[in-house]
């Protein structure tokens, strides 16, 4: 049995929930929704990604024996409640953005619908799986937009805690990039990894020529060579002269890119070696990346921004309580009006409008009632972006697992092609395309 | 049985191990060194974190059929070396600072020492496990001393990975924060939760007295109450009116927090609910803290902020060869050359310096040979940093589970006393005290 994920929980979700089963509003017909306030950092669009992985941490959110022990003797909810939470399991319905779409301020991320009992307690799961994995997807997109055909693996595993490295090569996977460091990503998630070798290598032999020698023993001259261990130029000497005209790279950690890139590159091609490629890794985002455009370089290796968000380490997403059953169970729509915290009430159906395949605007239906027909076929040159997650407590497999993970980031690559092209700038900007709220009936 | 950690390593790690046992450096004894080359932010210290989290995930770091499978399938390594895996259990040593001690540029955090092939392959899973720990530690203990004897409590869970959010609360409590938002971290950790209630709880009800009455039947009215759902004067009287001069707390989520503190203070007092107390959790972060010292303000909620590290979500520590073993059995000590990228080679032995109780430099002893006696009696004024955390594979419980991280919190707040005056200004500036490198032989 998997880890029970169900203490991954604010307390007061629980007290809330501890209080509504005593003044009986626990059972009202709750919709909360999902969603961005605001772009961190200027961006033009935000990148949905976690989807996939809350849905089977959604499986494990089950209060076992360890979880309702800590609850009663630590007092935290009623032994009503915790008899409540011994049988928990979510029985409501969600609808949400694909994983991989494009998201803008205001897009309905996630719908959750169902009791207020079922649906108040996965805040937390929720929250924490779409802010991160959303934020590190954001700023990967940038940069695989940046890198262009240029291949671009992941590999800042040990500037982020030990799980967040592989939700954050996933996320990055699923944003473009074409690889990982992190092999427990490979074996969860199925992405390819990639790595040969650190300086500890050059260093733990007598000389880097044995160091140099030995690796290419063990994995062929196709290896890629660390090549700035000592002195550069003699190490990119070295490594043809042991590897030969062949070598299949070198890879360059330090220094002044462009200039050393330049340099390598001309060494090499003077040496013979115009087949071996130039990998650099040396404290990249998606600025130094557009930067090195016009040099030679072949592959980039992105570590800390990619991982942390490149400035954003969380995507600012909130949950918000936005539809409710009343007492006499008609629906009212819901939301908090205290000074700049605004946010939209009403169950919201959205739409990208696309005028000959570039997207326009973010259409968000507010809903009158409950019940609203989001039949895509009658809307001309607008795409439905929501999608049901699970149905009345069942949830979608095909969004799980590593072949989740391959539909989302075909699902991406496909719909930034969209964007206008004013979104594929790096600078601070305001979103690529607004978003319009409307009340139904508008199209 | 646990979930294996042994995947959550990057790739070039088990290559050089393949290598390595190809060529026969496998064996060759080394010591690899956990440090910073610089504190981020111009912070004035680091706050060291994660060493009982890495003690107990380096328990189950074993390589399982799962894992084994892998990386047969995927052919990461060569069958000889996925034979040699099978069996593999860290048998080093590895000593370091105290987990909540202080740290600066160049102190040896953790010095591992062992094999080539016992060692290398533990450099991701200990460095993102003590970059986030720390990076969030540090942050923690910036805010704690800027809230000086006002409670201060962690609530960032949604904005940090689910796993991450467990740790960061860990984090944030070693480092002075009295307790957290996140249930997991109370179960796992022992660390006291709080919390009350969202904005949900009060648009879940048809009034917000309702909301009020219900909650102050459920949890007394001793409980803490949210009074900006709508407006907040009015939330103010109509929660004094339902619970009586006798109210808990209240709590702001939103606006300009001095001027709202000021005026909430004012009101509760003319209403006679002198006793209640106001506690504010809007965005805070040290700065904003700070700003409201001299606010009637009784406690602080902080989220986003500390578990992101307050602007620097990791610690940028590496994991460094720093001397091993030559082909002659003589110990050599090895460093990168690279441009920019010094570091010290040579295994060391760390103290920090006192004069009259106060810090004065970091002392880091560089050994010539292998075998240097740290007899921390001899030295004066000086406090031995290092301490035994694993035994020739024997790992020291001392610092695991609830019992670790109190011990861990003890010595944070004590050696903080240590610090000079100008390490506890929030402004950037070079660190509070120079680190030394020496020979062994001055003190």
Not at 146 to 173: I, K, W
Not at 254 to 264: E, F, K, N, Q, R
Not at 274 to 291: H, K, N
Request: proline share 3%; with cysteine.
């Amino acid at each position: 049995m998997r880890a029970s994920t169900a203490l991954m929980t604010d307390r007061y979700e629980l007290t809330m929930l501890d209080a509504a089963l005593r003044d009986g509003t626990a059972g009202r017909n709750c919709v909360f929704e999902l969603f961005a306030r605001r772009l961190s950092g200027g961006r033009r669009f935000g990148v949905v990604a976690g989807t996939g992985r809350l849905l089977s941490l959604l499986r494990d959110f089950r209060f076992g024996d360890d979880e309702l022990r800590f609850l009663r003797d630590e007092r935290v909810v009623s032994p009503a409640a915790v008899r409540h939470l011994e049988d928990y399991r979510f029985s409501g319905t969600i609808t949400g953005y694909r994983e991989g779409e494009l998201y803008f301020p205001g897009s309905p991320v996630l719908t959750v619908e169902g009791s207020f009992a079922d649906a108040v307690i996965l805040e937390t799961l929720a929250l924490s799986v779409m802010n991160h994995d959303s934020a590190v997807a954001t700023a990967a997109s940038r940069m695989s937009i940046a890198a262009g055909d240029r291949p671009l693996a992941e590999m800042g595993s040990r500037r982020a805690a030990e799980h967040s490295a592989v939700a954050a090569a996933r996320a990055a996977f699923i944003a473009g990039f074409g690889a990982t460091s992190n092999l427990e990503a490979g074996r969860l998630w199925g992405i390819p990894t990639m790595g040969t070798a650190a300086h500890a290598w050059t260093l733990l032999h007598d000389t880097e020529e044995g160091a140099f020698r030995s690796q290419i023993d063990a994995l062929g001259t196709g290896t890629t060579l660390l090549v700035d261990t000592y002195d550069i130029a003699r190490g990119v000497e070295l490594a043809v002269r042991v590897a030969g005209t062949g070598l299949g790279g070198v890879r360059i950690d330090s220094g002044d890119l462009p200039i050393v890139a330049a340099d390598v590159r001309s060494q090499l091609d003077a040496l013979g070696a115009t087949g071996t490629r130039i990998t650099v890794t040396s404290d990249l985002d998606e600025y130094a990346i557009a930067a090195l455009a016009a040099s030679p370089v072949d592959a980039y290796g992105v570590g800390t921004s990619v991982v942390t968000g490149s400035g954003y380490p969380t995507a600012g997403m909130v949950y918000k309580l936005v539809a409710r059953q009343g007492a006499d169970g008609g629906w009212v729509a819901v939301s908090k009006k205290a000074e700049g915290k605004n946010s939209q009430g009403g169950r919201k159906s959205a739409f990208r409008r696309l005028v000959r395949g570039v997207a326009r605007e973010e259409l968000v239906e507010i809903a009158d009632g409950f019940e609203i027909s989001a039949d895509p076929g009658d809307i001309a040159d607008s795409r439905p972006l929501q999608v049901t997650l699970v149905d009345h407590g069942a949830i979608d497999a095909a969004h799980e697992g590593p072949q989740g993970v391959r539909t989302a980031r075909a699902h991406h690559l496909r719909v930034r092609e969209e964007l206008p092209v004013r979104a594929l700038a790096l600078s601070k900007s305001d979103p690529a395309i607004p978003t319009v709220f409307s009340d139904a009936g508008r199209r």
